[in-house]
């Protein structure tokens, strides 16, 4: 991070144990993370074979996670736990992809419950970036250092290097997320683990008053 001039900063602390998620914007957050507290990832299976990333993340000790193959959440459980009992804190993201950061996407339930089936506390953490430098008119978070959608890796890796003064802020929840049902209540609890990242990201005013009109439509 020092190397490529990104500058990162980071409001409360990372948990010393059980799980980390967090919204999702880019292949950076994977390096972002790693660079402000030791971890373990969980993540999807295809990232394995993705160019310098799937490199980055398997050096990083990533639990691979292929969907649509029996017994693959019990393998995430068994590898989430494994780190847990190495005190290293998971982390990983709900949203099963990423996006341009222009709103949160709705949680996937199933390594959430991985994640409290195993009794781990599950606290919630925000990522966004932005620019202390002028890149020019034609470069945003959004396109240049988001990746998201059907756009090729590589080139996008090759623009995100030319930029300059990329700046990363990483958010923690206070405390654990306080559930009000178990994992048997899997739609419950990933309604309740969006709001608690989604929390994090809204800082005016309007911001709440959107996060609150979204949950409507859960």
Not at 117 to 123: F, I, K, L, S, Y
Not at 151 to 170: C, D, P, S
Request: hydrophobic share 45%; glycine share 12%; charged share 20%.
């Amino acid at each position: 991070m020092r190397g490529m001039g990104i500058e990162v900063k980071v409001s409360g602390s990372f948990p010393e144990q059980g799980a980390v998620i967090s919204n999702h914007l880019s292949y950076l957050d994977i390096v972002v993370y790693a660079a402000v507290h030791p971890c373990v990832f969980v993540s999807k299976a295809e990232i394995k074979s993705w160019p310098v990333v799937g490199w980055m993340t398997t050096m990083s000790g990533t639990v691979y996670v292929e969907r649509g193959h029996g017994g693959s959440a019990i393998k995430a459980r068994a590898g989430m736990q494994a780190a847990v009992d190495a005190g290293l804190p998971v982390v990983f993201f709900p949203e099963g992809t990423t996006s341009d950061g222009s709103g949160l996407l709705k949680f996937h339930s199933g390594l959430l419950a991985q994640a409290m089936e195993g009794g781990a506390p599950v606290t919630a953490a925000y990522i966004r970036y932005g620019f202390r430098e002028d890149n020019g008119p034609d470069v945003s978070v959004a396109d240049d250092v988001c990746y998201w959608g059907d756009r090729n890796m590589l080139a996008h890796i090759f623009t995100f290097l030319g930029l300059r003064g990329v700046r990363a802020e990483v958010r923690f929840a206070e405390r654990p997320i306080e559930f009000s049902s178990d994992a048997l209540h899997r739609k419950q609890a990933a309604v309740e683990a969006w709001a608690a990242v989604a929390a994090l990201g809204a800082n005016t005013f309007g911001e709440r008053e959107q996060v609150a009109e979204e949950m409507r439509h859960f």
